[in-house]
């Protein structure tokens, strides 16, 4: 059994590893909850994006969907406007001024593109217009009343979309920079802190966590594996900042890892909280992940939350504040064997210091021999002797405590004495 040891709240914590230069520990997940991960050689890559189209502008930057958006309009406005000006050339308005136009005031490109603009903008300065003289100038016309209202409405969905993203909602949702390992109710526990930010809190949420293990064979095969973490307190309604904790028992990735083990381990534990925004209803995720280095042993959450006679007063200065405690070196595996043994060693004790009070010495009756020997003494009637005797034979000495014990009464009756019916 390995030497029981603590972590002193006033030392550093120091583990011997090996002298040799160990590899940056490449993250899965980024702490801001941005994934890692490059896609190269995607079949098809371009077509897939064109075909969900408007998740396609909700996730680009901002700056390349305003030059989408503005160079939409711009061809649009270029391609109606050669319309109107081969209109115009066809029906020799360009030639003849006299002649009754097509278009009124449109008599080259710059006046057929500017005809286009204020017709799809609705600017109507009132010198260009549409005559009855060419139906086709009309169609022409119609068309592109049709696709400007579906431009604008495309545009105005898509930045309606962006600004309500989830990424956005997800940055007011933190996570602690740390998780921790302590004791709690006995039991090594690892937890981690969430808040929100926002004076309008979600609904309702839930807490999820993985351990992530990337293995990198010889041969060059890369295994990604994952590995539930039970939470005890999963659902949640996240009003004031919450830790979220994982008992450390068995079954649990960690139970048996010490803080030696913690240090040369090469895990990421992945958390994500899935919750609904109370002021739009929608779905949102946040998530973060912590590396083996991101787990304090020995430490915990400072207390941020302070009862005031109108508020609850939170301080988020403290978010991310940790004490430390005193917790043993060892894995929860052998720090419960050490607490089997020393609970064993004091009922040992306890039993050699009162041998009479033990069981085996002198065992307690049971309520069933306890009830049967209180039914036979209620039911079962005293027995009376009858006994003759003369008048010159002196009298028994019975004692009291004689006849409660035998339950026996004794009759004397005088011979002489005379039974009629």
């Not at 097509?102 to 006046?111: D, L, N, Q």
């Not at 041998?355 to 002198?362: A, E, G, I, L």
Request: hydrophobic residues 40%.
């Amino acid at each position: 059994m390995p030497k029981y040891l603590s972590v002193s709240p006033f030392e550093e914590i120091s583990v011997k590893t090996e002298n040799r230069p160990h590899p940056k520990k490449q993250r899965y997940l980024r702490k801001e909850g941005s994934c890692k991960v490059v896609f190269r050689h995607v079949p098809e890559e371009w077509l897939l994006f064109v075909n969900d189209i408007f998740t396609t502008l909700v996730e680009i930057r901002w700056r390349v969907m305003f030059l989408i958006f503005a160079s939409s309009y711009i061809l649009s406005w270029l391609v109606f406007g050669v319309l109107y000006f081969v209109i115009a050339l066809a029906h020799g308005d360009l030639r003849d001024h006299n002649n009754d136009p097509c278009v009124f005031e449109v008599r080259s490109f710059t006046a057929s593109f500017l005809f286009s603009l204020e017709t799809q903008t609705t600017i109507g300065y009132g010198f260009r217009g549409m005559s009855e003289n060419c139906m086709t100038a009309i169609i022409i016309v119609t068309i592109q009343d049709v696709i400007s209202c579906f431009i604008d409405t495309f545009v105005i969905g898509i930045v309606v979309a962006k600004m309500a993203s989830a990424r956005k909602r997800a940055q007011t949702i933190s996570f602690s920079n740390r998780a921790v390992i302590n004791l709690r109710d006995g039991y090594l526990c690892l937890s981690w802190r969430v808040g929100d930010f926002r004076r309008y809190h979600m609904v309702e949420g839930t807490c999820c966590a993985h351990i992530l293990r990337t293995i990198v064979h010889t041969t060059g095969l890369v295994d990604v594996t994952y590995e539930d973490v039970v939470i005890q307190q999963k659902d949640i309604i996240l009003i004031t900042p919450t830790t979220i904790f994982h008992r450390i028992e068995p079954g649990s990735p960690l139970y048996n890892m010490s803080l030696e083990d913690l240090r040369k381990a090469d895990f990421e534990l992945v958390v994500s909280f899935t919750y609904t925004d109370d002021s739009t209803g929608m779905l949102h995720q946040t998530r973060t992940s912590y590396t083996s280095d991101e787990i304090l042993w020995g430490h915990l959450f400072q207390e941020m939350i302070r009862v005031t006679k109108k508020h609850f007063r939170i301080d988020y200065n403290l978010f991310n504040n940790t004490d430390k405690v005193l917790v043993p070196l060892v894995s929860a595996e052998e720090y419960k064997l050490k607490k089997n043994e020393e609970e064993q060693k004091k009922l040992w004790l306890s039993a050699r210091a009162s041998p009479k009070n033990s069981p085996r010495c002198s065992p307690l009756p049971s309520l069933r021999s306890l009830q049967q020997s209180h039914k036979e003494n209620c039911l079962n009637p005293p027995t009376a002797m009858v006994e003759h005797k003369g008048d010159n034979q002196p009298e028994p000495n019975v004692t009291a405590t004689q006849t409660e014990n035998q339950h026996q009464e004794t009759l004397t009756v005088s011979k002489d004495l005379t039974i009629t019916e």
